[in-house]
Nanobody, 115 residues
Framework: QVQLVESGGGLVQPGGSLRLSCAAS????????MGWYRQVSGKQREFVAA???????NYRDFVKGRFTISRDNAKNTVYLQMNSLKPEDTAVYYC?????????WGKGTLVTVSS
């Protein structure tokens, strides 16, 4: 099993920044990709960004140039630096770990962008 714990969410004004963290523990040997998804109440969860063990990353178009995903393999932690936040970025952000057909999720952290 893999456990994922997110932190760093909160309330921020439009144009502001937040950094989300996701600490992973457990049987991580089969995990090769970690990423972030988000979900607004009543809508489907959507992909935001992901990074592989090798450091390759990809992003949804709506966050390119604003969000940066990174990982610290020594700490088993993945980060999502979010800049130039917009009200439409308001959502619960979930950490995901995947590999060898397995998929794990954290409980989520709420990000609210509002003045």
């Amino acid at each position: 099993q893999v456990q994922l714990v997110e932190s760093g969410g909160g309330l921020v004004q439009p144009g502001g920044s937040l950094r989300l963290s996701c600490a992973a523990s457990g049987r991580l040997v089969r995990i090769n990709t970690m990423g972030w998804y988000r979900q607004v109440s009543g809508k489907q969860r959507e992909f935001v960004a992901a990074v592989t063990n090798g450091g390759s990353s990809n992003y949804r178009d709506f966050v390119k140039g604003r969000f940066t995903i990174s990982r610290d393999n020594a700490k088993n932690t993945v980060y999502l630096q979010m800049n130039s936040l917009k009200p439409e970025d308001t959502a619960v952000y979930y950490c995901n770990a995947a590999g060898y057909g397995m998929n794990y999720w954290g409980k989520g952290t709420l990000v609210t962008v509002s003045s």
